[in-house]
């Protein structure tokens, strides 16, 4: 038995695929960064051939020819008396991310370890008695480091008591929880495009209509579009990224947070995710849309290590009873040892944040100062932090860029993948969380691809990998 994937569903998410021809070949590299990405899951049953030309509005040979190219590259099968299947494809190393040995992996946007994590993970263990003697399932989040993440807000200007706080593993849970809770199905949402992946969807997972509203790491959020969407479409929530947002490292300016609130005047819901707020690489990003009723979303991934699983949602008390409500039916809380080694690292934070900004910096200026020397053409903007670059480049080629990079062992994430509806095939996000060596090595290799790919050469894509962004 194969999931199947409709030719709508299909054509949504390839997005503005035809960015040059041949067609079939364009169209079938867009599939191959569907798997590459995961939004097409091994052995899902592709549209027929007549089926996926009349949606796309090309000739049936087309996509008769664009399937003969995934199947010669081992991406489909074809199965008698069901049609074409994409493939499983053999692990290339270890860990969640299918990468070759000595590989540079551009995919995630998250930093190594803070250097003191180790020696705090070492003090908590020293303490393991008292860990195992609870019960192991907490759900809420134990009211020490409820109150620490309070008072952390209180220090940034948001009033906060530990009633206002859940503790979740992590803010992809967060995010979960919440369009689970707050959304209902048909609901429309508010979300910036580009945007963060995953929480783009958790949102459409819940049943939500997204609505695009674009951003720019230039012209920051398109406060027009912005005010007709909301009226146009009365959203139920909002989720925004409004500090050093990922992809493109804008900050909201005042203008803009005013239009947010205008838009959420009638009943919308405000989730402001901060999980990259605090990378700032000099003084702390301002704290955007400070009142009461706005649902944020924050958490150590970024800041302390991607595998400490800590996150944290801080709303009104009436909204955390619901979300607290519903979380078992999702997991049975976040692991005590996890929150104790959390509860020792908060307090630290003014010691932890200017390590990471020192981090950061000094990979924001290798990468910039290497794509500024090896690809002039393209356009580097400049950002006062998160972890990554929202890249122009001359010519809508992403996908086949990528493509071309894994064939040398440089995986990097093309600009649909941050779209909400469609578009940005002139766009790729590099993170510059990796060692300043491996960026400037990651930029060689792309320049030499990008010679290939701008003259229309071909560059066989390698073996998909599970992209986690």
Aim: hydrophobic residues 45%; contains cysteine; glycine residues 8%.
């Amino acid at each position: 038995m194969h999931s199947r994937i409709s030719a709508r569903s299909l054509e949504t998410a390839l997005g503005g695929w035809r960015t040059r021809e041949p067609a079939y070949e364009a169209l079938a590299d867009g599939i191959r960064l569907l798997c590459l990405d995961n939004r097409i899951a091994a052995r899902t049953l592709l549209p027929a051939e007549r089926v996926l030309a009349q949606t796309l509005r090309v000739s049936r040979t087309t996509v008769a020819s664009a399937y003969a190219s995934l199947r010669a590259s081992g991406h489909i099968e074809s199965v008698r008396g069901s049609g074409s299947v994409t493939t499983a494809q053999p692990l290339r190393g270890g860990g969640t991310v299918f990468a070759a040995a000595g590989s540079i992996d551009l995919q995630q946007a998250s930093p190594s370890a803070w250097p003191g994590l180790a020696g705090v993970i070492t003090e908590t263990a020293a303490d393991a008695a008292t860990l195992v003697s609870r019960s192991g399932y907490d759900t809420l989040g134990s009211r020490r480091l409820r109150e620490a993440i309070a008072d952390r807000y209180a220090a940034r200007g948001i009033p906060t008591s530990s009633e206002q706080i859940l503790v979740t593993a992590g803010a992809q849970s967060a995010i979960h929880l919440i369009a689970e809770v707050l959304v209902a199905r048909g609901d429309r949402v508010l979300v910036e495009t580009p945007t963060y992946p995953h929480a783009a969807d958790a949102l459409r997972t819940a049943g939500a209509r997204l609505v695009a509203v674009p951003v720019t790491t230039a012209d920051g959020w398109d406060v027009d579009r912005l005010s007709e969407a909301a009226r146009r479409t009365r959203p139920t929530l909002a989720y925004l990224m409004p500090t050093l947002q990922n992809p493109t490292g804008r900050t909201m300016t005042l203008l803009e947070q005013d239009a947010i609130r205008e838009a959420a005047q009638h009943g919308c819901t405000i989730v402001v995710d901060e999980t990259t707020a605090e990378l700032a690489f000099g003084d702390p990003a301002p704290v955007a849309l400070t009142e009461d009723e706005v649902v944020r979303i924050g958490s150590l991934g970024k800041t302390v290590w991607g595998g400490l699983r800590v996150g944290w949602i801080r709303a009104q008390p009436d909204v955390i009873r619901r979300l607290h409500a519903a979380r078992p039916a999702r997991d049975l809380g976040t692991p005590e040892f996890e929150q104790a080694v959390a509860l020792r690292l908060i307090p630290r934070m003014s010691e932890i944040l200017p390590q990471r900004a020192e981090l950061l910096s000094g990979g924001h200026r290798a990468v910039r100062d290497a794509l500024r020397d090896r690809l002039p053409s393209w356009d580097v903007p400049n950002v006062d932090g998160g972890v990554a670059l929202w890249v122009g480049l001359p010519a809508p080629l992403s996908v086949p860029l990528v493509l071309g990079a894994r064939a040398e062992a440089v995986y990097v994430s093309a600009g649909p993948r941050f779209a909400v509806d469609g578009g940005h095939e002139n766009r790729l996000r590099i993170p510059f969380t990796s060692p300043p060596a491996d960026l400037q090595r990651a930029v060689g290799v792309l320049a030499d691809v990008w010679e290939h790919v701008a003259s229309g050469s071909r560059t066989a894509g390698p073996a998909p990998v599970d992209a986690l962004v």
